[in-house]
């Protein structure tokens, strides 16, 4: 079994920063990717930002320029850093990880139970 515990959400004012965590825990043979979606009131969840095996970052356009997305390999824990936040950064975000859990088994998926971010203007 795989738990991804995340941590770091909270209330900041605009132009201000958060740095989110998330550690994947339990039996895992390797990870293919990691990251972040976001889900606001009234939206539908969207990618935030998401890393791969061979450390390739993809970005949603909202959040280019403004968030960094990194990983310790190490401890299998992702790193959202966040910064000149807007109101519009105001969600629920989850932290979600693809694994392969073993060498003879396919890749699953996995999600955090969110966070909440709350950017005030």
């Known amino acids: 079994q795989v738990q991804l515990v995340e941590s770091g959400g909270g209330l900041v004012q605009a132009g201000g920063s958060l740095r989110l965590s998330c550690a994947a825990r339990?039996?895992?043979?390797?990870?293919?990717?990691m990251g972040w979606y976001r889900q606001a009131p009234g939206k539908q969840r969207e990618l935030v930002a998401r890393i791969t095996s061979g450390d390739t970052t993809n970005y949603a356009d909202s959040v280019k320029g403004r968030f960094t997305l990194s990983i310790d390999k190490a401890s299998n824990t992702v790193y959202l850093e966040m910064n000149s936040l807007k109101p519009e950064d105001t969600a629920v975000y989850y932290c979600?990880?693809?694994?392969?859990?073993?060498?003879?088994?396919?890749?699953?998926?996995?999600w955090g139970r969110g966070t909440q971010v709350t950017v005030s203007s």
């Open positions: 979600n990880c693809n694994v392969k859990r073993s060498v003879l088994v396919g890749a699953y998926d996995y």
């Open positions: 339990g039996s895992i043979f390797s990870i293919n990717f």
